[in-house]
């Protein structure tokens, strides 16, 4: 079966604004504000678009993109500043994988855990 990828949530430093899915409101408020300061300080480092998109298997992925000529995007920069958040925030990705998984895919917590 085939579905679309599904943004959590995303950033840009071209219009200075942050965006969460409304699907995704019902989040703590503490994990909202901490995907928001993620996203912002990422895309005001590097510069450009980034979002956080769930696959079809759930999988969490950042997505980053710039405005074509935009010569002061860090491509490079970029690539470091998502392995540096895999690392540092992995606990938190893992429980928003997990947490579409069984709100959204409707797998079983316990296969997942």
Known sequence: MYQEKVVLCAS?????????????????????????????LFTEDVG???SMEF????????KMNSQEGDYLYDEIGSVLKVKEL???KSEL??????????FFLNE??????
């Open 12 to 40: 840009s430093a071209y219009e200075k604004k942050f965006w969460i899915n409304d699907d995704f409101k019902v989040l703590p408020e503490q994990i909202q504000q901490e995907l928001k300061i993620m996203c912002v």
């Open 48 to 50: 450009g678009v980034l």
């Open 55 to 62: 696959e079809e298997d759930g999988t969490l992925v950042f």
């Open 86 to 88: 895999q690392r540092t």
């Open 93 to 102: 990705l893992e429980a928003l994988e997990v947490y579409y998984k069984v």
């Open 108 to 113: 079983d917590a316990t296969d997942l855990l």
